[in-house]
């Protein structure tokens, strides 16, 4: 049987209850049993852990931030530092452009396939190296391969390999296809408007007139095509150091690959070369390349103006941040487990 009071409540329950408002005067009083402390201090721990826990997800919710297992067995976690909505944005650019590259290349070989004479409208089609000793050709390649580089890592799934990627593409665009579409567009249209003759002869109205198409494909989209690029997806610019080097890497390149045509075919690839002295052809390489790093530094400057004084930019910073530390993280991690 269960000893109750008058009131019909049981003693244990009242011991129950005696105890815990003793428990209760004591840790007021600062009387708790070291034993008793710890408890409590667990506890409260434990409360605060949920409640962290509880901000984080109505974080990850609010802000639709993906987050990646690194491993199959591993807990660690890569923040990406798009949005959802910026994902979306950047596969609907990259597709978009990526067709119209592949519609361009399409309509440029039909045009080839087609044409009567393709010595003379595609001067040098035919001897070394064919068409990809100009610049126009290449620029569209490069141009095009980032584009496919960018999709493919808009569908891929989340991994690591992923960010590496888009770490690549980053660096890709705003150092090589961003310097070089500048340059292909612009140089085209000051040599066209300052002499033709020089750039793109008279003769070429009969079959790729300057204002068709396909011209504009050739030199004036790639410009249209970054500068909507780095108006509507973010990019991390690399340092100016990085930046130099690479646009150094690039004039040099393509100044030894005009040397080479011209060794293996004693002409120059562009008529307005054709007066150059070995100093003047000099002035002119140097001269491209630092319009190479001024149209970097001028992508730098419309990105800025873009995402950087932008209220969501903390945001997009932020998130970038976290994965250069969650990597460092993981790299701890590898280093301790081995």
Known sequence: TVETNENGI?????????????EELRKRSGRLTEEERETVETNENEQEILTEKDDE??????????????????????ILRRSVAETGLALLVHFVLLMFYIAIHVHDATMVKRCPDP?????????????MKYFTHQ???VVGVYFFLAFFADIMPLS?????LRQF???????????????????F?????????LIYPDFMENYIPANSALNHGWHTFPMVAVILENVLVFHHYPSNIVVGFTTLAVASGYTIWILVIYSKTQTWIYPFMKSFTPFTFALFVLFSFFAGLIFCWIGKLISYLRWKVSFITDRFQAIYEMQEES????????????
């Open 327 to 338: 990597y460092i993280a993981v790299n701890d991690e590898d280093e301790d487990e081995d």
């Open 169 to 187: 593409n980053d660096w890709y665009f705003t150092t090589v296809v961003w310097i070089v579409s500048w340059v292909c567009v612009l140089f």
């Open 119 to 131: 010595d003379k409208y595609f001067v040098g089609i035919n001897t070394y190296a064919g068409r």
């Open 57 to 78: 997800e109505l974080w990850d919710e609010n802000e639709k931030i993906a987050e990646v297992r690194i491993g199959s067995k591993s807990k660690r976690r890569d």
């Open 139 to 141: 620029t569209m390649w």
């Open 160 to 164: 690591q390999a992923k960010q590496w």
């Open 189 to 197: 249209w000051a040599l066209y408007f300052i002499g033709r003759e």
């Open 10 to 22: 049981s003693n244990t329950q009242l011991e129950i209850d005696r105890a815990y408002n003793m």
